[in-house]
Nanobody, 124 residues
Framework: QVQLVEFGGGLVQVGGSLRLSCAAS????????MGWFRQAPGKEREFVAG????????DYGDSVKGRFTISRDNAKNTVYLQMNTLKSEDTAVYYC?????????????????WGQGTQVTVSS
């Protein structure tokens, strides 16, 4: 059974940092491309970042470039999202996703699997 479980969400002040983790199981993590998406209240789900199976390719949404970093540890079946210089507009539910092709996670935004999401709230 495929599982993607996000950790690390919470309340943080504007300008602060937070690191999200996503623990994967039930599929061959090291061969899947991973991504992070987010959805704020009343808005559509938005692509945040994607990383290829090897970690050699990464992509970011325009609104987070230069502030967020995606990484992965294939030995731990975990993908991370380091979020720095957080803004109030970063407040959203953050979802981890897995795809068997990089196009699905970073271009068409139609990954094979989704996590349940973790809330990130940035307050001023």
């Amino acid at each position: 059974q495929v599982q993607l479980v996000e950790f690390g969400g919470g309340l943080v002040q504007v300008g602060g940092s937070l690191r999200l983790s996503c623990a994967a199981s039930g599929f061959s993590f090291s061969t899947y491309h991973m991504g992070w998406f987010r959805q704020a209240p009343g808005k559509e789900r938005e692509f945040v970042a994607g990383i290829s199976w090897s970690g050699g390719t990464t992509d970011y949404g325009d609104s987070v470039k230069g502030r967020f970093t995606i990484s992965r540890d294939n030995a731990k079946n975990t993908v991370y999202l380091q979020m720095n210089t957080l803004k109030s507009e970063d407040t959203a539910v953050y979802y981890c996703a897995a795809a068997d092709s990089y196009v699905k996670v970073a271009r068409t935004y139609e990954p094979n699997y989704w996590g349940q999401g973790t809330q990130v709230t940035v307050s001023s």
